[in-house]
């Protein structure tokens, strides 16, 4: 049982993710009230990481979501299609004025000394209407499920997402699966859901039916009320606060053999020092640091989670499992969009010290 986890060695999908998919708008350094134009990115902090899975490092993977059947709907639906994941959706229709819609998020990019700014549309969005039996869990999982993912975005949507992850979580146990949850704490979903109250009460249910935890020391702080030290000396690359927070997570939730986060300093919205570390099993592990030079910060946590799963998906070390998400969440802010563009081989080679230089 390596990791502390029985992990199949197959099954008919190596992954497969539950959660909103959402349209990014990207303006690039422009801010939106002078925007002219946008990007358009398909995203999902679930979604990003069965994404990244097959379309970097090559997994089959799936997603179950919300789908209405109008323009916007068929445009994610082709992106996700494109990606090589597949979907497990239930279906809205589109009344042509009010929806149910798939959600937008706006964000710039910002530049330097100017942050990046993310705001949302999710009014009347159909994956917040999504509840326990809309979807034929022992169906999809039929072939074999060798992993289960879900997050805290999805989490926050709606008194019935939550219900629907834990359901979700429980036929993926059943069935043998690996269960993981990112836990995304994003206040301004909560505090339009309940508030910080409610997102512990409801985090710290789904979380007694994880193995593996992703989150930083805030996420754990705010979205399961664990105390945590004073950080505010501390740099932002140091694990140790993070680390300090393991034992009481551990206690509250003994089922949980791996926690993991990224390690990054903000200089300025284009210049980061980036690290990564995980507590697995009783190990800790953690990354070398790098500088980054961001084009587009987005996703970077979901660069790290898919490429540190693949390690685990695929018998790696605990250390060189850290480095595979450290390397790709780092190459991931090189690529516009939420999703990535890198091949497992940039990957490890990224991951073992590889540079810059040209390649011939």
């Known amino acids: 049982m390596k990791y502390g986890l029985k992990i199949h060695p197959a099954g008919a999908l190596d992954f497969v993710s539950l959660g909103a998919l959402v349209h990014r708008l990207d303006p690039g350094i422009v801010p939106f009230r002078k925007a002219t134009e946008c990007h358009i990115h398909v995203s999902g902090g679930e979604f990003n990481v069965a994404a990244n899975l097959a379309d970097c490092f090559r997994l089959r993977t799936g997603i179950v979501s919300a789908m209405v059947d109008y323009p916007i709907g068929d445009l994610i639906a082709e992106r996700v299609r494109a990606l090589g994941v597949m979907p497990f959706y239930k279906h809205f229709r589109h009344d042509g004025v009010h929806g149910p819609n798939m959600a937008t998020v706006y964000s710039d990019r910002g530049h330097g000394v100017r942050a990046p700014v993310v705001f949302y549309n999710r009014c009347h969005e159909a994956a917040a209407q999504l509840k326990p039996g809309d979807f034929p869990w022992p169906d999809i999982f039929a072939g074999g499920v060798r992993w289960f993912h879900s997050g805290g975005i999805f989490a926050a949507l709606s008194p019935t997402t939550a219900e629907v992850i834990i359901e979700g979580m429980e036929a993926a146990k059943a069935a043998g699966a690996v269960v993981s949850f990112d836990l995304n704490y994003r206040a301004k979903l909560w505090n339009i859901s309940g508030g910080h109250d409610r997102a512990v009460a409801v985090l710290q249910r789904i979380v007694r039916h994880v193995d593996v935890l992703v989150g930083n020391e805030e996420d754990l702080q705010l979205g399961l009320g664990v105390s945590g030290p004073e950080t505010a000396a501390k740099s932002k690359l140091d694990p140790s606060a993070f680390l300090a927070m ?16 990224t390690l990054r300093e903000v200089h300025s919205t284009t210049r980061h020092s980036w690290g990564a570390v995980a507590w697995v099993n009783g190990q800790t592990c953690v990354s070398s640091t790098c500088e980054l030079d961001v084009l587009d910060r987005v996703g970077g946590g979901d660069g790290y989670a898919a490429g540190f ?14 480095k595979l998400g450290w390397a790709h969440g780092a190459l ?5 969009g ?14 073992q010290g590889g540079s810059a230089r040209i390649q011939r």
């Open 332 to 336: 991931l802010t090189t690529f516009p």
């Open 309 to 322: 799963f693949y390690g685990l998906l695929t018998g790696e070390s605990p250390e060189d499992a850290v």
């Open 246 to 261: 393991i034992g009481q997570v551990v206690a509250k939730f003994p089922q949980i053999k791996i926690v993991a986060t």
């Open 338 to 351: 939420d999703t990535t563009m890198a091949t497992v081989e940039q990957v490890r080679a990224f991951a």
